[in-house]
């Protein structure tokens, strides 16, 4: 096939001047991909001008810049590889407060950070769950009926796990007096709900806890046993590790795991300061990782600011191999990287800062 294609065009109007290599290459890059999963997207790309992707999302009134920052990332890369976007918030799973959550403020901080509106949908589960009921409680029962309850279990394992080291109950389901019936049977509601819409490609969400994967897996592999043509591809994303070195504290709310929108510009100071950077180490370096997934697209390069005491000059690396290749030789220091992690950090929570103070504005104007 001929894939020099000037340019074809998508059904949200927007011209998409790749080629089919371009436009297969650019989703690839979103995360970790397989030969058959590989196989599958360009499949899909040569049959379809506009794939359908559904961008799975669970609101949250706090936000982590892998949901904030890599989420505009990579929702971009899909729409201007010529796919319609549908952000599905999952309100329903979050029964407590959906109201509050219609006014998102995550939606807010997407459009700070330049989300594609032109290309995007922003579409609730509640309502997808109320205009179609019988469909996805039908799709419920078929998932618990072709799944053991161990199998159910398994997805809460590392839950239970963090409860038995951190607050020293008792790991077995079954002796867990706050374990409701609700946590076994909501893996078949999550993965009912990402077959609920036709969609040709799912990217899975953004939140950082590792027991979702299990709910992910869960669903390839009831994905794996359909039937029929209407078996959505489902995309993993690349992952940001914890700031800090002990990784446990990522799951149980401990602030100092990641950079969050909401923090200010000294808490952002001193989580970067005390970040894991291990010299000469550049392969699961969170300060390494956070520049690779952030600062780089983001910038389109990484400025390293140089000591005053040797004139303040600063280093500027376009590449990612670069950076990798001095830091790991010695040539760049953790404290080098840690600063520009830091200018660099400081400078995007600026223009999202900027974008709330002049929306504050207009609302008090008006």
Known sequence: MDNSVDATISTTGNVVEMSLDERF??????GPGSIDKDEE??????????????????PSPSVHIAQGIMMVL???????????VKILMADWLICSYTQQIRRCYMIEVWKAAGLELNGVEFMWLSDEI???SHEYWTLVIDFARNNTLGRMI?????????ALTVYEKPADPYDRPDVVATMIFEPCMQCA??????A???LSSMDHDEDLEDVRELTREYCRDMKGENRPIILSHNKLPNLIEDDEFGNIGYPAWAIFMEDREQNLSVKVRKAFCPEEVAQGNPCMEYIRYIVFPWFGHCEVPGKEENGGGSRMFHKMEELITDYESGA???AEVKRALEEALKKIMKTIAEFFGIQRGVNEKA
């Open 41 to 58: 997207v360009r499949m899909l790309l040569e049959k379809k001008a506009a794939p359908v992707c559904y961008v799975w999302c669970d």
């Open 74 to 84: 990579n929702v971009n890369k899909i729409v201007k590889a010529g796919c319609r």
């Open 25 to 30: 290459a650019t989703i690839r890059r979103i």
């Open 193 to 198: 709900a990402v077959l609920l819409p036709k």
């Open 200 to 202: 040709d490609i799912w």
């Open 154 to 162: 398994r997805c809460w394992d590392k839950t239970f796990e963090y």
């Open 332 to 334: 760049l220091h953790s």
């Open 130 to 132: 109320n205009r179609r």
